[in-house]
């Protein structure tokens, strides 16, 4: 995978709509593509809320689907041990794991950072990425066309598995040309690092935010 800082040719592209603009995600196709797997969720889910995308967004972060918690709540990290807020509170050193969602979404835009899950709908048991099922991706090669986005982070082992199936190979069809850096997983189920290793990873989104 390419870790190396994007030059600086990328060509930024305007938006048509203003830039405050949360993009809306296309709606799930009733019917389901595949079997539901043994043990899961037996209806297939949609992703319930919509991505954080702002025209000069300079990198998107993307997890695998929301777990329980966030669907309850519609909004991205919201179970209370994750630790994805309290990743970017220490890395800009910005009050933010007890800020309401608006909060957050203006602390998203102000920093570039866009938001948003590969799996558009699927079939998954509770909050278990080991369970989940993909029925299909959401159309991230699309949304980020009009931004400024630079590289594509994602979230855990998971988000960086489906991610390399539906959008790193030149041959797919979503492919997308951005350079993909993996990074550990914030969810409390990644016990094995701990909140300054997570920091010393994630700072790793730090110098493409300061281009």
Not at 49 to 77: H, M, N, T, W
Not at 131 to 148: E, Y
Request: aromatic residues 10%; glycine residues 2%; charged residues 15%.
């Amino acid at each position: 995978m390419n870790n190396s800082k994007p030059q600086k040719s990328h060509s930024k592209r305007s938006l048509q709509t203003p830039p405050q603009a949360i993009s809306k995600a296309p709606p799930c196709s009733s019917k389901p593509l595949i079997k539901y797997p043994e043990n899961s969720q037996k209806s297939p889910l949609c992703h319930p809320f919509e991505p954080i995308i702002f025209s000069d967004s300079k990198i998107l972060i993307l997890g695998s689907f929301p777990s329980v918690a966030s669907r309850q709540e519609s909004f991205y990290y919201a179970h209370k041990q994750n630790r994805f807020w309290k990743i970017l509170e220490g890395l800009f050193d910005s009050p933010l794991y007890n800020q309401p969602k608006e909060c957050k979404i203006a602390f998203l835009k102000s920093h570039h950072i866009a938001l948003f899950d590969i799996t558009q709908e699927c079939y998954i048991q509770n909050s278990s990425d080991s369970t989940l099922k993909i029925l299909k991706p959401n159309p991230i090669h699309s949304l980020i066309q009009n931004t400024q986005i630079q590289v594509i982070f994602t979230n855990g082992q998971k988000a960086s598995k489906l991610y390399c199936q539906f959008f790193y190979h030149q041959d797919s069809p979503h492919f997308i040309p951005l350079p993909h850096i993996p990074l550990p997983s914030s969810s409390p189920a990644n016990a094995k690092c701990t909140l300054p290793l997570l920091l010393r990873e994630w700072g790793k989104i730090l110098p493409y935010l300061t281009t």
